[in-house]
């Protein structure tokens, strides 16, 4: 990950909103720990998966939002971006590949978003790209996002 972000700004991970992807982003959660050991990873969370990040050492928090998945609530997404705006985020780190999961970094102004990037549906919303192909492994791609900087443009399996 670049640093675009202050030092010791915090970073924000948006996890796929399901259970298990919910878990498994605590990898991701440890290499950051590990590669930027002075700034704190928060996590966006649903209420369903918010009691999970009690059992995440190294996450600070959990943002707690219910979005819709079927409908863009754009009223809903700017008052997540009010939230995230006060919390003076440096990165953030969107693992879902919608134009909807960047839309909150996007508005609330956090100055490094990292996402990957299947189809150009939402390229205006995020920062640095990670173009990967159907058969890429997406723990390994954000364990690659996490450890190296994330400014490639390009990886393989």
Request: charged share 20%; aromatic share 10%; net charge positive.
């Amino acid at each position: 990950m670049a640093t675009k972000g202050r030092a010791g700004s915090p970073i924000l991970l948006i996890p796929y909103m399901w259970i298990g992807d919910f878990v498994r982003c605590h990898s991701v959660i440890k290499v950051l720990r590990q590669r930027w050991p002075d700034r704190p990873v928060d996590v966006l969370s649903t209420t369903l998966c918010a009691p999970l990040a009690d059992y995440m050492p190294g996450l600070r928090k959990a943002v707690i939002v219910d979005l819709p998945r079927r409908r863009l609530a754009y009223s809903q997404h700017r008052a997540l971006a009010d939230r995230l705006r006060a919390e003076h985020y440096g990165s953030a780190l969107i693992m879902p590949r919608t134009w909807k999961a960047a839309l909150a970094p996007y508005l609330a102004g956090i100055p490094e978003r990292i996402a990957i990037l299947r189809s150009l549906c939402f390229i205006a919303a995020i920062d640095s790209i990670a173009f990967v192909s159907k058969f890429t492994s997406t723990r390994w791609i954000w364990t690659r996002l996490a450890v190296t900087d994330a400014s490639f443009s390009s990886s393989s399996n």
